[in-house]
C-alpha cells in the first residue's frame, strides 16, 4: 500500500518537474499573469468554466481572485460560470448542455475579458463553445489543458497544457499554475 501512495506522490512530482523544466510553459504562464494584470487594470473581468473537476478547479481559482490570495487587498472581478444552477439546467434543458458557457459569454463577456477554458482533455464541447463565443466577443481566452491540447490547442490565445495525459495529474498542476498566477497577478496590481 505505501509503495503505491508513494508511486502516486512520484507521479505528481513528475509531472510538476516537468512544467518547471518546460521554458515554453514558464514562459506562457508569465505572459498569462500580464494579460490578467492588464486585463484589472483596464476593470476587465476573469472568467472560469470546465465540467467536473474542472469544474471546481475554476470555482477554486475564481474564489481566489475575488476574495483574495495571499494579500490582503479590494476584490477582483472572478467568476466560475457554473455556479448558477437555475441557469446550468434551464440552458441545458431549453437548448443544449453544450451552450451553457457559450450562451453565458454571449451575455457577460466584453472585449478585454479573460476566460480560463479548463479541460483536461481540451474536447469538451462546451468549453470549446465558450472559447469560439469568447474569440468573437473579444474576449481573450486562455486554455488550461492536458498535453495535447485536444481541440483547445488550436484555438486559445494562451494554451496551459500541463505535461501529462493524466486526468488527477493535469488536475493538481493546474491548480498550482492557477495559484502561481493569483499570487503572481496580486503582486502585480497590489505590492507597493
Do not use: W
Not at 484589472?40 to 472560469?48: G, H, S, T, W
Not at 469560439?132 to 481573450?140: K, L, N, S
Amino acid at each position: 500500500m505505501q509503495s503505491s501512495i508513494q508511486e502516486i506522490i512520484q507521479k505528481s512530482i513528475d509531472t510538476k518537474q516537468a512544467i518547471l523544466q518546460s521554458s515554453t510553459l514558464l514562459a506562457t504562464i508569465a505572459e498569462v499573469v500580464q494579460v490578467v494584470s492588464t486585463a484589472y487594470q483596464a476593470d476587465k473581468r476573469v472568467y472560469f468554466c470546465g465540467n467536473g473537476g474542472s469544474a471546481a478547479d475554476a470555482q477554486h481559482l475564481a474564489a481566489e481572485f475575488s476574495g483574495r490570495f495571499y494579500i490582503d487587498r479590494p476584490p477582483l472581478y472572478a467568476e466560475a460560470l457554473h455556479v448558477n444552477t437555475s441557469y446550468i439546467t434551464a440552458v441545458a434543458n431549453d437548448y443544449s448542455y453544450d451552450d451553457i458557457y457559450a450562451r453565458m459569454i454571449q451575455a457577460a463577456g466584453r472585449k478585454g475579458d479573460v476566460l480560463f477554458a479548463i479541460s483536461t482533455s481540451g474536447n469538451s464541447k462546451n468549453v470549446i463553445k465558450a472559447i469560439e463565443t469568447a474569440q468573437q466577443q473579444g474576449v481573450i481566452c486562455v486554455g488550461m489543458t492536458g498535453e495535447k491540447g485536444g481541440k483547445m490547442k488550436e484555438i486559445c490565445n494562451y494554451l496551459l497544457n500541463v505535461p501529462s495525459n493524466e486526468t488527477p495529474r493535469i488536475q493538481e498542476s493546474h491548480i498550482l499554475v492557477g495559484h502561481i498566477i493569483c499570487e503572481l497577478v496580486e503582486i502585480a496590481l497590489f505590492k507597493k
